[in-house]
């Protein structure tokens, strides 16, 4: 087994006023040539978008993108006519391929919108692009773990080009779960606590925290207070 642990304060951290982003691997102007990505992992955004403020339209290409509001409503409008509100509970996904034009905005004038922007590096170029977005049933991951995104479009959650595989899971205290890697053999997991604290295979985890984890068959998860995790399941080696 192999690890690397990135804590909650080690992150970039980018305060435009508007938006507040903590940046697990290099983005934007926080470069850091030890976490430019954990396999096809390549941006795990932490963002905070003040009310009614936004990011305006901007391109994309070649990467699968994904987001999933933790608080508050995100609105996004792209120009493959897809004009929606996301919410906590939803998950967006985005296939770039050969480009894609979209905004997000803070949908809400009385609060501000907290929302997790995650790129993953595809396994096919040049894609047709794609958008879809899915309310999960977040009853389905107490005291358990919820797959929430695959490289099946027939499997539970949204689908990407990638053999990836997202889960959420929401612990009560003293509560312990096991996550068996869907391809242990290529795969890693990047274990994100997104509230609580956690020990993951004997290693102690606070909100926000990171862990890495690699050449290895599962995760053995214990919840050390309340705790909502993600784990993000990505190919280590990029085509």
């Not at 003040?50 to 391109?59: A, D, K, M, Y």
């Not at 606590?193 to 690699?214: E, P, S, V, Y």
């Amino acid at each position: 087994m192999k690890t690397i642990l990135h804590r909650a304060d080690t992150r970039g951290d980018a305060n435009h006023g508007w938006l507040h982003s903590k940046h697990s691997f290099s983005f934007a102007n926080y470069h850091d040539p030890e976490r430019m990505h954990f396999g096809a992992l390549r941006v795990l955004n932490d963002d905070t978008v003040s009310e009614n403020r936004g990011f305006g339209t901007h391109p994309h290409r070649n990467m699968e993108i994904i987001s999933i509001p933790l608080e508050g409503d995100l609105r996004h409008q792209d120009n493959m006519g897809n004009k929606t509100i996301i919410k906590s509970g939803d998950i967006q996904v985005m296939s770039a391929g050969t480009g894609i034009m979209h905004s997000e905005y803070n949908h809400n004038a009385d609060q501000p919108v907290k929302f997790l922007q995650i790129w993953v590096i595809p396994n096919k170029q040049g894609v047709t692009p794609r958008y879809d977005q899915i309310t999960l049933n977040v009853a389905d991951r107490k005291n358990k773990v919820q797959q929430v995104l695959s490289p099946h479009p027939d499997d539970a959650g949204v689908w990407i080009h990638q053999n990836a595989w997202f889960s959420m899971s929401d612990l009560d205290q003293g509560k312990e779960v096991s996550y068996h890697l869907q391809d242990a053999q290529h795969n890693g997991v990047y274990a994100f606590i997104l509230k609580g604290d956690a020990t993951i295979n004997g290693q102690a985890l606070h909100q926000r925290d990171g862990l890495g984890i690699w050449e290895v068959e599962s995760l053995d998860i214990k919840a050390d207070s309340d705790t909502e995790i993600l784990l993000m399941e990505v190919p280590m080696a990029l085509n």
